[in-house]
């Protein structure tokens, strides 16, 4: 059964940059044919969607945090990665990955699979 | 960005009644190339993630139970649970993903009388 889960520092202090690693297990498929999207969701602004990274690298962000956000993907490891940069408590909440797969159809349909969440607090 | 609207922000409903959360787009959210709108429904219990229930609007994801069906096109949806359970008892959100940044609506909260 195909897991994620999210890992990474706690608490970041404001300006610098927050990290996150959502690690994908137990996918013996051979697919490669997924998003991967980040989704953090604060008692503030409800769920928010940051952006998305296909397994073969292309991505998509929101245009409200495109300056700060870098992703990336190894699926070799089973890794893809998050990065925010110069971050404000207003970025304090629960950091979601989340899995799009594409249907028969060849849409994207919608995310089928989340990790349990990651809490990032931004504090001196 | 499109705006999904949920309506009620939360809703007490009996054992067994039935419960209807509305959602409402911004703009269409229906593509006529596939005939599909790019709509998901998520129920969101305390502690644990969003977890997917319909997508396409009105497919439900394998192993929803069939009291969770999704109706509705174009800009307006409806979310209902035929008989509540008290399983049931969450926050229910849509989403849209037919044009980025995907977004949510704010959420429902559907409690038992």
């Known amino acids: 059964q195909v897991q994620l889960q999210e890992s990474g520092p706690g608490l970041v202090k404001p300006s610098q940059t927050l990290s996150l690693t959502c690690t994908v297990s137990?996918?013996?498929?051979?697919?490669?044919?997924?998003?991967w999207s980040w989704i953090r969701q604060s008692a503030g602004k409800g769920l928010e969607w940051i952006g998305r990274i296909h397994t073969r690298g292309s991505t998509n962000y929101n245009p409200s945090l495109k300056s700060r956000i870098t992703m990336s993907v190894e699926m070799s490891n089973g890794h893809i990665s998050l990065k925010l940069s110069s971050v404000t408590a207003t970025d304090t909440a629960v950091y979601y990955c989340?899995?799009?797969?594409?249907?028969?159809?060849?849409?994207?349909?919608?995310?089928?699979?989340w990790g349990q969440g990651a809490l990032v607090t931004v504090s001196s | 960005d499109t705006v999904l609207t949920q309506s009620p922000d939360s809703l007490t409903v009996s054992l067994g009644e039935r419960a209807t959360i509305n959602c409402k787009s911004s703009?269409?959210?229906?593509?006529?190339?596939?005939?599909?709108?790019?709509l998901a429904w998520y129920q969101q219990k305390p502690g644990q993630p969003p977890k997917l229930l319909i997508y396409w609007a009105s497919t439900r994801e394998s192993g929803v139970p069939d009291r969770f069906s999704g109706s509705g096109s174009g800009t307006d949806f409806t979310l209902t649970i035929s008989s509540l359970q008290a399983e049931d008892v969450a926050v229910y959100y849509c989403q849209q993903y037919f044009t980025t940044p995907w977004t949510f609506g704010q959420g429902t909260k559907v409690e038992i009388k």
């Open positions: 703009q269409t959210i229906f593509y006529s190339s596939n005939s599909k709108n790019f």
């Open positions: 989340a899995r799009e797969p594409r249907d028969t159809g060849g849409w994207y349909r919608g995310f089928d699979l």
């Open positions: 137990g996918d013996s498929s051979t697919s490669d044919d997924y998003y």
